[in-house]
C-alpha cells in the first residue's frame, strides 16, 4: 500500500523527518522543489509563524492538508487556503504553560536586572558595599495584552507573585482579572505590559508609539507572542530617548534578528524566540502533528482543526 506524501516546508523542523518518516513518505523544500512528486504530496508540514510559500503550494495538484507544527498560524494566509479546499491544523495549548514561564522569568530579570549581575559577579565589578540597587516587583502592575492560553497563564503567575493584574482584548470574557477599557488605558495603569496576543494582519503593529509611551519611563515591555505586534522602531526610539524605561522580547519583526540593530539600545533583555521551546512543549506539538496527519489520510475529522 502506497504511503502519503508530506512535505516539510520549512528548514527549522528538519527533526521532525525521522518522526514523519515512520508513516509517510517525507520531502523536504530546502532540498529543492519535489517536482517529481509533486503530484503525490497531499499534506504540507509547516511552522506558523513563517510565511506560506504559495508558488510551491500552487504547484502541487492533490494537497488536501497544511498541518501547521505550532499553536499560531499568522504565517497562513487562511482565506486563501480556504479557497483552494485546503483543510488546516494546529498544535494549541501544548506549550503556553512554558510560554508563561518564560514571562515572568523575562520579567524577573529585566526588573530586577538578573543579568546585568551576573555579568558583574563574572567581571569582578562589584562589591559588598556597592551593590547594584534594582526596582522592586513589589507593588506593581501588570497589564496583559490578550487573554487567551498563554495570557491566562501569565496571569496565575503574576497573580502568585502578588502582583495586580489587568489585561484587555477586542472581545470581553468572564475572568478573575479586570478588563481595561482600551489598550491605551492598559498601557498606562500598569508597570509592565505583557505582550501575549495572537498576531494576524488586524493587528499588526498594535502596540505602537503611542502604547509604547503610555507605559512610561519606569515601566517595561514583555513580547512572548510575535514580534509583528510591536512597532520594533518605535520601541527602539523610546529605549534609547528614556521614554520606555526597558523591554523584553523573545520575539522579533525579523527572525533571527540582526544583532546590529541592538547593540546600542539601552535596558533591553533578548530572548532567541525560546518561550515554547521546551521538550514537552515541542513533544506534545509533534504528537498533535501526527494525530492530524493520521487523522486526515484515514478520512476522520481533524484533532485540531484552525477554528472557522
Keep these: 500500500m502506497t504511503r502519503p506524501a508530506v512535505l516539510i516546508m520549512n528548514r527549522m523542523l528538519a527533526p521532525l523527518s525521522p518522526f514523519l518518516e515512520t508513516q509517510f513518505d517525507v520531502y523536504r523544500l530546502w532540498e529543492g522543489p519535489p517536482v517529481e512528486a509533486a503530484s503525490d504530496i497531499r499534506a504540507i508540514v509547516t511552522a506558523g509563524e513563517e510565511p506560506l ?3 510551491v503550494i500552487e504547484k502541487l495538484p492533490n494537497l488536501e492538508l497544511v498541518a501547521c507544527f505550532t499553536a499560531g498560524y499568522d504565517g497562513l494566509d487562511i482565506e486563501w487556503c480556504r479557497q483552494r479546499g485546503l483543510k488546516l491544523s ?5 506549550n503556553h504553560e512554558d510560554v508563561a514561564d518564560l514571562a515572568m522569568g523575562l520579567i524577573l530579570a529585566a ?4 543579568v546585568a549581575g551576573h555579568a558583574k559577579v563574572l567581571t569582578g565589578d562589584w562589591s559588598l558595599e556597592q551593590r547594584n540597587i534594582t526596582g522592586s516587583l513589589q507593588g506593581q502592575k501588570v497589564g496583559i495584552v490578550g487573554l487567551g492560553a498563554i495570557g491566562e497563564a501569565v496571569a496565575r503567575r503574576a497573580s502568585a507573585f502578588n502582583l495586580e493584574v489587568q489585561w484587555w482584548g ?17 498601557a498606562s495603569d500598569t508597570d509592565i505590559l505583557v505582550v501575549a496576543c495572537r498576531a494576524d494582519d488586524s493587528n499588526r503593529g498594535l502596540i505602537d508609539a503611542d502604547v509604547i509611551q503610555a507605559v512610561g519611563p519606569q515601566g517595561i515591555i514583555v513580547n512572548v507572542s510575535r514580534g509583528s505586534l510591536v512597532n520594533e522602531d518605535a520601541l527602539i526610539a523610546a529605549l534609547k530617548t528614556g521614554q520606555l524605561g526597558g523591554a523584553a522580547l523573545d520575539v ?3 527572525e533571527p ?6 547593540i546600542d539600545v539601552p535596558n533591553i533583555l533578548l530572548s532567541p524566540h525560546a518561550g515554547g521551546a521546551t521538550t514537552n512543549g515541542v513533544q506534545g506539538m509533534l504528537l498533535l502533528t501526527l494525530q492530524n496527519l493520521s487523522a486526515h ?3 476522520q475529522p481533524l484533532v485540531t482543526p484552525i477554528p472557522e
Design 53 to 55: 510559500d504559495k508558488p
Design 90 to 94: 494546529h498544535s494549541p495549548n501544548v
Design 111 to 114: 526588573r530586577r536586572e538578573i
Design 170 to 186: 477586542p472581545r470581553p470574557k468572564q475572568t478573575a482579572w479586570k478588563r481595561a477599557d482600551s489598550l491605551k488605558q492598559l
Design 252 to 254: 522579533f519583526e525579523t
Design 257 to 262: 534578528t540582526p544583532s546590529s540593530r541592538w
Design 297 to 299: 489520510f484515514a478520512g
